[in-house]
């Protein structure tokens, strides 16, 4: 299983990103695909989730309102929309994959599968 980001880069608060994650093998296999971020220093920390038929999402409060997760099947992805960005957003982003979808979305010890990440800076 391959998982590789793409779209990150640097944006100025208030602006856009979408963050693409791309999968050797078909999306659905996976339980749970998630994004997670990690900044200098700092532990990483769940961003969203989605379900296996994409029916589902989960946010982080942080996030939420802003953010937005969605899987293509036919082109085997999983994008994250960002929207109003902020300097605290700034961080490495990975992708990753699951076999468990819920209220344990945001422990990244679920996940068996990650990408190398994006980063995406957010200047004020």
């Known amino acids: 299983v391959q998982l590789v980001e793409s779209g990150g880069g640097s944006v100025q608060a208030g602006g856009s990103l979408t963050l693409s994650c791309s999968s050797s093998?078909?999306?659905?296999?996976?339980?749970?695909v998630g994004w997670f971020r990690q900044a200098p220093g700092k532990e990483p920390e769940g961003v969203a989730a989605m379900n296996r038929d994409g029916t589902d999402s989960l946010y982080a409060d942080y996030v939420k309102g802003r953010f937005t997760i969605s899987r293509d099947y036919a082109k085997n992805t999983v994008n994250l929309q960002m929207n109003s960005l902020k300097p605290e957003d700034t961080a490495m982003y990975y992708c990753?994959?699951?076999?468990?979808?819920?209220?344990?979305?945001?422990?990244?010890?679920?996940?068996?599968?990650w990408g190398q990440g994006t980063q995406v800076t957010v200047s004020s």
């Open positions: 093998t078909s999306t659905y296999t996976y339980k749970c």
């Open positions: 990753a994959a699951g076999r468990r979808f819920g209220t344990e979305w945001i422990i990244p010890n679920n996940y068996p599968y």
